[in-house]
């Protein structure tokens, strides 16, 4: 079994990295691969080019051997629906279970998302709890969860697809907007060093990127 983790990672974050393994290693996993979004429907392009944000990844993704970069997105037709990028997947992996990790606050914005009650037909989600979040499941996604959560990641790899399961996940309080905003400043070093990659930083520092303009 895998388990997936998108975003535009832009950039990447030691956040993305722990939550993605600390819940890879709750719900037995064997590989965590980040997904870097093209597109993504829900917000504007990003700004950075997606060779910075691919080169980024990779060296991020050097820190664990269970991490690797699943670039499928970034080579399908925009805008990056994850429904689409599941099924795509699916095509290629039709044994293996997948796994897909969403955080608590994506959970409650599901609806949203295109065709979001077809996501359980080709893989798990799987949720990073995060105590600080706010939000509260609309009573359609509600509807939509109770017959699919199970309570032990066990069940997980009784089957392919189908199932929720929500983590114990721990809270990292850090995101790539503050980031950036440290970065273009060139203030906030503390937080850029403790969250960011020191191979990330060497990139970010050689390629000029994140400057105020």
């Not at 995060?130 to 699919?148: F, H, K, N, Y």
Request: charged residues 20%; hydrophobic residues 35%; proline residues 8%.
């Amino acid at each position: 079994m895998i388990a997936l983790l998108g975003g535009t990672f832009n950039p990447p974050h030691q956040g993305h990295i722990k939550a993605g393994l600390d819940a890879v290693s709750e719900i037995g996993a064997q590989k965590l691969g980040l997904l870097p979004c093209n597109v993504p429907p829900h917000k504007s392009a990003p700004e950075t080019a997606t060779t910075h944000r691919l080169a980024m990844l990779t060296l991020a993704s050097k820190q664990s051997d269970k991490l690797y970069v699943e670039p499928i997105e970034l080579e399908l037709p925009a805008p990056s629906y994850t429904v689409k990028t599941l099924a795509h997947l699916r095509e290629l992996q039709p044994n293996t279970g997948i796994c897909f990790l969403l955080g608590e606050d994506s959970l409650y914005n599901l609806p949203s998302w295109f065709e979001w009650q077809r996501l359980t037909d080709y893989c798990h989600i799987v949720v990073m709890k995060r105590p600080a979040s706010e939000g509260q499941i609309p009573d359609v996604l509600q509807d939509w969860l109770t017959p699919r959560v199970v309570s032990s990641p066990d069940r997980l790899h009784e089957h392919r697809h189908g199932k929720v399961y929500i983590t114990h996940s721990k809270d990292y309080a850090v995101s790539s907007t503050q980031l950036r905003k440290a970065l273009s400043e060139q203030a906030g070093n503390c937080i850029v060093q403790n969250w960011l990659h020191p191979d990330v930083i060497n990139y970010i520092e050689t390629h000029q990127l994140y400057r105020a303009i």
